[in-house]
């Protein structure tokens, strides 16, 4: 497992399928912070609005299987018969790039990095109500048949809510990249107060 160094977090966006995760995660994390997100590798097919290396690495169950039999995979779970999984590697690869990164993650993976690293991981849970989740889900194409496996679960989706650190309600997107970054860069300016102390601490030491 990768160890995390001090100044390394991890900001997990998680919540229900449709509840726009991802697009705040972009929005906050890449476009306003110019943090680096790490992709997870999925079984399942890529869908027409997605794009290869931006929404999910895709593979088949075979290679995903025989990396996960390699060790490579951080965290996977399987979800209505799809495996989705972070690799290790990306995880590490990003922190040389970054002191602080985001993923995009369901609710299982999202429990499962916070029993790996603790208050290392930071959850920003997204929700929608379930009429705005279908209508998004609708308006960016899915199937019906999409849209009724993903609110099969959605209820379980929202009680998971209580267990994160933070909690969004996205009906406004301008209004929850605010709330969502104002969030994180206080997660920074604590670090920073961290670092200042340390050294100060380093200084005295000396004296």
């Keep these: ?16 399928d449709g509840s726009g995760r991802k697009t705040v995660s972009k929005l906050v994390g890449k476009s306003t912070l110019h943090m680096k997100g790490v992709i997870s590798y999925t079984t399942r097919k890529q869908r027409p609005y997605e794009k290869e290396g931006e929404d999910y690495h895709y593979v088949s169950r075979e290679e ?10 951080l965290e996977d779970v399987e979800i209505h018969g799809n495996l989705y999984g972070i690799k290790e590697q990306d995880v590490k690869d990003t922190f040389e790039e970054s002191g602080c990164i985001y993923l995009v993650l369901n609710p299982e993976g999202a429990e499962i990095l916070k029993r790996l690293y603790g ?9 929608a109500d379930r009429d705005t989740v279908i209508a998004r889900q ?3 194409g899915d199937a019906s048949e999409v849209i009724d496996m993903h609110l099969a679960h959605y209820d379980e989706d929202m009680a998971y809510r209580d267990e994160c650190e933070h909690v969004f309600e996205n009906y406004k997107l301008d209004h929850i990249a605010f709330e ?6 206080h997660y920074f300016r604590l670090k920073l107060a961290e670092k200042a102390e340390a050294a100060e601490a ?4 000396k004296l």
């Design 1 to 16: 497992m990768y160890n995390l160094k001090e100044k390394e977090l991890i900001f997990v966006f998680t919540g229900p």
């Design 64 to 73: 995903f299987q025989e990396a996960k039999a390699r060790g490579e995979f």
């Design 119 to 127: 208050d290392k991981v930071i959850r920003f849970f997204v929700y």
């Design 138 to 140: 609708e308006e960016r």
């Design 180 to 185: 969502v970054t104002n969030t994180i860069e």
């Design 202 to 205: 380093a200084e005295k030491e």
